[in-house]
């Protein structure tokens, strides 16, 4: 198998923007990693992600606590098929996030209006903001100009 | 929305089973988390993941290194769709990974049955062995019985 280049921040940038879920890692007590899967929208180099509409008694997220404790994350995008691995790739963003109750409103309109059910039912927060400070990325195939 | 249940071991083993890509996290050297797309299977409560066929100079990866350093490792299952948020659903894994460039055969008998591309070209190491101690998952709609 010939090595293909990693893929520029444009196209990370592009290949992120354009998929539907992404994974958040964060950093726990431990020293280990968390992982759970997030809707988002990218604006420039900001990620937005919101906590969902859960009851107020769990709305106390552990990603919260390990964003306050270690605000280094990142957050991974893929594409997987099972019949054809040479359309196999992935993008990855690595930023320092902050937890904020309040988004501007250019961020939280672009989440909402990716995702279908966030218009009847915008996320109210908390919400996680990450400008990213690197991209990296990789595809089986290398990406068509 | 109605608090659901979190998925118990079992059923977390089933999803992590059927699915067909996870997100594996490592910790590098700043305390942050790396993130990579890996093919696994699940045998018991060990998942194997290999590295791919790369070329012998960047065999050596980064989750390679990581894991040296910190073997506390975390992988993600997950199924989102656009079309049904009452269908998502995700699992995670934690465990202490070691590395190796053998398997036990029956290991690698299940990664290879998994995915169809492995049965011309078998991955050759080097491997991650996961041993899993601790399974959580969480679905949109309660599992059905």
Same mark, same amino acid.
């Given at each position: 198998?010939?090595?293909v280049p990693p893929l520029d921040a444009d196209e990370c940038r592009r290949r992120f923007t354009a998929a539907r879920v992404a994974t958040l890692a964060t950093t726990n007590a431990d020293g280990g990693a968390d992982l759970v899967p997030v809707t988002y /929208? #990218?604006?420039?180099d900001v990620i937005l992600t919101a906590v969902d509409h859960k009851p107020k008694s769990t709305r106390r997220l552990r990603r919260l606590d390990n964003i306050a404790r270690q605000p280094?994350? /990142? #957050?991974?995008?893929?594409?997987?098929?099972?019949y054809d691995w040479a359309a196999l790739w992935w993008v990855r963003?690595?930023?320092t996030a902050t937890v904020s109750d309040e988004v501007p409103g250019s961020l939280l309109d672009a989440l909402v209006a990716k995702y279908a059910p966030y218009a009847d039912a915008p996320p109210a927060g908390p919400f996680i903001v990450v400008p990213v400070d690197r991209w990296s990325g990789w595809a089986a195939t290398a990406a068509r100009s």
């Open positions: 198998m010939e090595p /929208a #990218l604006v420039g280094a994350v /990142a #957050l991974l995008a893929d594409h997987y098929t099972d963003a690595h930023g």
